[in-house]
Nanobody, 115 residues
Framework: QVQLVESGGGLVQPGGSLRLSCSASGFTFSSYAMSWYRQAPGKERELVATISGGGTITNYAASVKGRFTISRDNAKGTVYLQMNSLKPEDTAVYYC????????WGQGTQVTVSS
């Protein structure tokens, strides 16, 4: 069955960096686009970034463009989110998602940006 496991979250000061990882299993990873979403307290879940199966096409939310980079290693079945110049408003639980006939989500990893 499809499994997605996020890791790499934590507490970081404003201006700092974190790299999130999402390890995927149970499907042909390279055949599917992968996405990162986030949900802040009291807010709806929002799309952060998407990457195509081959890794050549990426898209970002306006709020993170130029600061975040999505990438993938198809040999390892892992998608990454490099987050630089973090701001307090980036504080959220971050989830990875794949659509394979239905949506599959990981359990999420908490990112807190605070001094």
């Amino acid at each position: 069955q499809v499994q997605l496991v996020e890791s790499g979250g934590g507490l970081v000061q404003p201006g700092g960096s974190l790299r999130l990882s999402c390890s995927a299993s149970g499907f042909t990873f390279s055949s599917y686009a992968m996405s990162w979403y986030r949900q802040a307290p009291g807010k709806e879940r929002e799309l952060v970034a998407t990457i195509s199966g081959g890794g050549t096409i990426t898209n970002y939310a306006a709020s993170v463009k130029g600061r975040f980079t999505i990438s993938r290693d198809n040999a390892k079945g892992t998608v990454y989110l490099q987050m630089n110049s973090l701001k307090p408003e980036d504080t959220a639980v971050y989830y990875c998602k794949v659509y394979r006939g239905q949506e599959y989500w990981g359990q999420g990893t908490q990112v807190t940006v605070s001094s």
